[in-house]
């Protein structure tokens, strides 16, 4: 199995230098970059499975960064910030960040987070691999596509894979602890809301009005639901 590619973007070369060295170790190969620019030139040249990417940079916003590189081909984005604010950390999921990290930080904790990202990256079995047609909304895993009265709906790396998850089970109702155990892949120890801000980019790009959602409804005090339209077809074909 090839080695995953990681791509460290910090103008901090101690913070830059030091994470190359310890994820190196962890038979990982690295590429590091120091500004928005030579990111981006890294980045199309590396083609990343991960970017661990800081917020500030000395030209350009992380956020902003992470946008750019997922529209280009759904990489995995780690962010890491110096700032603790929640509202930074909303900030940055919304923009399609899958982990977010405070400087400073353990390298045990990188680790960890690292290898959580990395594991979803799995192998898709033949069922796995089959689309899910809900009338005009296509969902394609293998092409890790989703098209809507055929038009191509941009989603992020995360944002595809909650989806998928709540699409294949339509009807049941998902708690968002059970969520992020069942999307993100480990137990997160932030706060759970970060599902309603990745639910609620969702909606803007699928749902015909967000203030009364249709495909993806929200359990009050319990959770999330996808609603398979009542023309779908039955579970268990190629179509749902």
Known sequence: MALAKILVVDDDPSIRNLIQRFLSKQNYQLEAAEDGRTALAVFERFNPDLVILDVNLPDATGYNLCQDMQSRTGVFVLMLTSRADEADKIQGFSKGADDYLTKPFSLGELEVRVGAILKRQRVINTVEKQRLTF??????????????????????????????????????????SEL??????????????????????IRKKIEIDVTQPVLIQTVRGVGYKFEAPVRSQNPGSIQL
């Open 180 to 201: 992020i155990q069942e999307v993100w892949d480990y137990e997160y120890v932030g706060d759970q809301r970060v599902v309603d801000v990745h639910i609620g980019q």
């Open 135 to 176: 009338e005009k909304l296509v969902i394609d895993p293998e092409r890790r596509e989703v098209t809507l009265n055929n038009q191509l709906i941009p989603l992020t790396a995360l944002e595809f894979d909650l989806l998928r998850f709540l699409a294949t089970h339509p009807g049941r109702v998902w708690r968002r």
